[in-house]
């Protein structure tokens, strides 16, 4: 264990010497006639290139009632077109020896395929020719959406956790879409209708809402004139709907929600506090430039390593707990969350956890952070993005994301320069701002009366019909 650790050391030194000397992703950017635009990462140390289409709808566009609709439409996405039938694409990646996926989120939808690079131009025609060519019937679409449901059954519905934090999330974003489920809710699933999933993607699919992220062994100049004969054909869509969000509204209480499942094995205690994301403020309120930076490694000090006062306090002195961690996330197009998890010891009661993290923020809040623990969360970050973006496929993602929650390409790298600027006096002026009382959202969840210690229960959790064999 010693000896990994100090390699790693040795390395984050290493690659921090690298950074000084100005290390950023490289990049071109351009956009077709038809509203369409294409990020290209070159990256020539092997011959493959991840090709992604990134689309700016996701669970946060869906409507009360027609909850899930991205997510249903990116399984229809796979259901073909009259020139490449249903199966077909997966064929013919398969066959080029690719691999591809996709994912919804609240604020994308995207589809990628990691190819030879060679096969480039038959990825551009398979995707471009379903940008606008899906053939839906009534006898593709039904099967499907089953599909869908018996999902939700084997995913959330069979999870006590996961069914728990819908349910909190759903209060803790009282007017904001984030509340929603990105599967949807069971019975808008059985509502869904094949003319819902058309109206979505005919609204939503189009040249000019979206992106092409490119990350590969080629460059803008090749990769011009290949778009012009597929992408570049796909014609505008003028009735495209453009984002708008709901403002979730400012709170004066705090929310605390405790639950039991008997399907809970280990108790979970988690706290949401609402924060600024890089591209929106609280309720609503203007994104301060750096603010996200800085919770970031406030995230890492307060819990992101075995370091952190959260683990030191928790684990190692308080043990009370098997873990204690931090974590923020700032690329969302609404607010975000700033969060703190707790996984208690086998023994320890819940309302131990509470007031033993209420010391740890109060210490922070009071005394601020340190230059010793400033100076090691960018140290330690500063070497995680450059591990993360050494591979393609993540940095494919980064850009993505940070495309389709609102940014530019032009802010992509900024991070580095407000990480270098940051000071201790900004940590402890966010850590202000979001670890307040108001903003916070407490979730518990316990298998047995036993181990909630004082506290009651206040939250029922809807009953989900078995969907497996009960043992
Ligand atoms: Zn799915």
Do not use: C
Not at 88 to 94: G, S
Not at 181 to 190: L, N, R, S, T, Y
Not at 383 to 390: I, V
């Amino acid at each position: 264990m010693g000896g990994l650790k100090g390699l790693a050391m040795m390395m984050v030194a290493m690659l921090t010497t690298g950074l000084e000397k100005g290390w950023a992703m490289q990049f071109d950017e351009f956009t077709l006639d038809n509203g369409l635009r294409v990020v290209v990462v070159p990256d020539t140390r092997v011959p493959v290139v991840t090709h992604s289409v990134w689309y700016n709808v996701g669970a946060m566009d869906e409507k009360p009632g027609k909850t899930g609709l991205a997510h249903m439409t990116e399984h229809l996405m796979f259901k073909g077109t009259p020139r490449y039938p249903a199966g077909e694409m997966d064929k013919i990646v398969q066959r080029k020896g690719g691999v591809q996926n996709a994912f919804t989120s609240y604020d994308f939808t995207a589809y990628f395929q990691k190819v030879p690079v060679g096969e480039l131009p038959t990825m551009l025609d398979l995707e471009s020719d379903r940008m606008v060519n899906l053939h839906l019937t009534d006898e593709i679409f039904q099967p499907e959406r089953k599909v869908v449901a018996e999902e939700r059954k084997l995913t959330t519905d069979s999870d006590p956790s996961d069914r728990f934090f819908e349910q909190v999330l759903r209060r803790h974003y009282s007017a904001h879409t984030y509340g929603h489920p990105i599967i949807g809710w069971g019975e808008d699933i059985a509502g869904y209708t094949k003319d819902d999933a058309l109206d979505w993607y005919r609204t939503h699919y189009a040249p000019n809402n979206a992106t092409l992220v490119m990350v590969g062994d080629m460059n803008a100049a090749q990769l011009k004139p290949l778009l012009e004969t597929t992408y570049g054909r796909v014609a505008r869509v003028d009735h495209v709907v453009s984002r708008t969000q709901t403002v979730e509204p400012a709170r004066t209480k705090p929310l605390e929600f405790v639950a039991m499942d008997a399907q809970v094995k280990v108790p979970v205690w988690h706290t949401l506090y609402r924060a600024p994301s890089a591209f929106q403020g609280v309720a609503g309120a203007a994104v301060k430039d750096g603010d996200a930076t800085a919770l970031w490694v406030l995230a890492e000090i307060l819990g992101g390593s075995d370091t952190s006062r959260l683990h030191k306090a928790l684990v190692l002195d308080g043990q009370l707990a098997d873990e204690a961690t931090s974590s923020y996330d700032a690329v969302r197009a609404g607010e975000t969350t700033f969060d703190i998890s707790v996984q208690p010891k086998d023994g320890v009661t819940l309302d131990r956890i509470g007031p033993a993290v209420a010391k740890v923020l109060a210490m922070l809040l009071a005394d601020g952070v340190t230059d010793a623990e400033l100076k090691r969360a960018k140290t330690t970050l500063l070497a995680d993005e450059t591990y993360a973006r050494d591979d393609s496929f993540t940095s494919m993602y980064r850009v993505g994301m940070w495309l389709t929650a609102g940014g530019d390409m032009a802010d992509f790298n900024r991070w580095q320069d407000e990480l270098a600027a940051l000071t201790t006096a900004d940590v402890n002026r966010v850590a202000k701002l979001v670890l307040a009382e108001q903003g916070r959202t407490l979730a518990i969840l316990v298998g047995k009366k036993a181990q909630l210690g004082a506290l009651q229960v206040n939250l029922t959790l809807p009953t989900v019909a078995a969907t497996t064999t009960a043992h």
